[in-house]
């Protein structure tokens, strides 16, 4: 288990023509090739900005935090999550008049960005599953010391896994088992209490497979909190972290044109 709150991270800005980001890395670093997982914030402050549609080589969750704009065909707006399987296109991400910020989440590097419809040519196999949800964080809390869980994607064959978590003060819940891949426990609003130190909003918690199910406790406004699982690795490509580590590639493909500092 690890705990990272957005104070605890590096940036790195990154410019295009249709774009310019702030990226935080949370676990990992975003934008290049390493083992372990890789989990980071991105902020596009101006309004209009556009990553066009493209897919990666491994499965991932995004989940708008800030902001609100386009994810795909539909309008997107805070806490919305989409999950899309690796050599599966989406997009674009489009921000509104706010811009738009949201997380990426991945048990495992992905080795580039890769747009369509120019890199069709390089999808292994059939595309796969393309998901979006949406997490109200407008509900009503609970009461002090009650909470609830609200099923907001289930896949069965492989444990995907989709949770919106409320807690009221100074609430307590178990989450769920860690039967797929990685957990991943975003705190939206309030705090929650882990190794006595209080987690705020943007705050990310991780669980390998097979870690015992995490004790989420609110802070005393209470919490909301997302809870994402990846699927267990399987014969599907891109699923398994594992064989992931064994690509050849050493430095990531970055889209045309984009410039860091």
């Given at each position: 288990?690890?705990?990272?709150?957005?104070?605890?991270?590096?940036?790195?800005?990154?410019?295009?023509?249709?774009?310019?980001?702030?990226?935080?890395?949370?676990?990992?670093?975003?934008?290049?090739?390493?083992?372990?997982?890789q989990t980071f914030?991105?902020?596009?402050?101006?309004?209009?900005?556009?990553?066009?549609?493209?897919?990666?080589?491994?499965?991932?969750?995004?989940?708008?935090?800030?902001?609100?704009?386009?994810?795909?065909?539909?309008?997107?707006?805070?806490?919305?999550?989409?999950?899309?399987?690796?050599?599966?296109?989406?997009?674009?991400?489009?921000?509104?008049?706010?811009?738009?910020?949201?997380?990426?989440?991945?048990?495992?590097?992905?080795?580039?960005?890769?747009?369509?419809?120019?890199?069709?040519?390089?999808?292994?196999?059939?595309?796969?599953?393309?998901?979006?949800?949406?997490?109200?964080?407008?509900?009503?809390?609970?009461?002090?010391?009650?909470?609830?869980?609200?099923?907001?994607?289930?896949?069965?064959?492989?444990?995907?896994?989709?949770?919106?978590?409320?807690?009221g003060p100074n609430?307590?819940?178990?989450?769920?088992?860690?039967?797929?891949?990685?957990?991943?426990?975003?705190?939206?609003?309030?705090?929650?209490?882990?190794?006595?130190?209080?987690?705020?909003?943007?705050?990310?918690?991780?669980?390998?497979?097979?870690?015992?199910?995490?004790?989420?406790?609110?802070?005393?406004?209470?919490?909301?909190?997302?809870?994402?699982?990846?699927?267990?690795?399987?014969?599907?490509?891109?699923?398994?972290?594992?064989?992931?580590?064994?690509r050849k590639t050493?430095?990531?493909?970055?889209?045309?044109?984009?410039?860091?500092?």
């Amino acid at each position: 288990m690890k705990l990272v709150s957005f104070n605890d991270t590096s940036s790195k800005e990154y410019q295009s023509k249709t774009y310019r980001s702030v990226v935080n890395s949370y676990y990992g670093v975003a934008a290049t090739v390493h083992d372990g997982p890789q989990t980071f914030h991105v902020s596009m402050p101006d309004a209009g900005s556009t990553i066009e549609p493209h897919f990666h080589d491994v499965d991932q969750y995004q989940v708008i935090v800030q902001g609100g704009g386009r994810l795909g065909p539909g309008e997107a707006a805070p806490v919305a999550f989409h999950y899309a399987d690796a050599y599966t296109p989406y997009g674009p991400i489009v921000g509104g008049k706010d811009g738009i910020s949201f997380f990426t989440i991945r048990a495992a590097c992905a080795t580039g960005y890769f747009p369509m419809p120019e890199s069709r040519k390089l999808i292994q196999g059939k595309p796969g599953r393309n998901i979006a949800g949406q997490f109200d964080i407008n509900q009503p809390l609970p009461a002090a010391d009650q909470s609830s869980k609200e099923k907001l994607l289930e896949a069965k064959e492989d444990n995907t896994l989709v949770y919106g978590i409320r807690l009221g003060p100074n609430a307590s819940v178990q989450g769920e088992p860690t039967n797929g891949g990685d957990q991943y426990y975003l705190v939206c609003t309030g705090s929650v209490i882990q190794d006595g130190k209080e987690a705020p909003p943007l705050s990310m918690i991780r669980l390998e497979r097979g870690e015992s199910p995490l004790t989420l406790k609110a802070g005393p406004k209470g919490a909301a909190v997302l809870l994402m699982q990846l699927p267990m690795p399987t014969a599907r490509i891109g699923s398994d972290p594992g064989k992931l580590a064994d690509r050849k590639t050493e430095q990531y493909k970055l889209p045309e044109g984009v410039t860091v500092d």
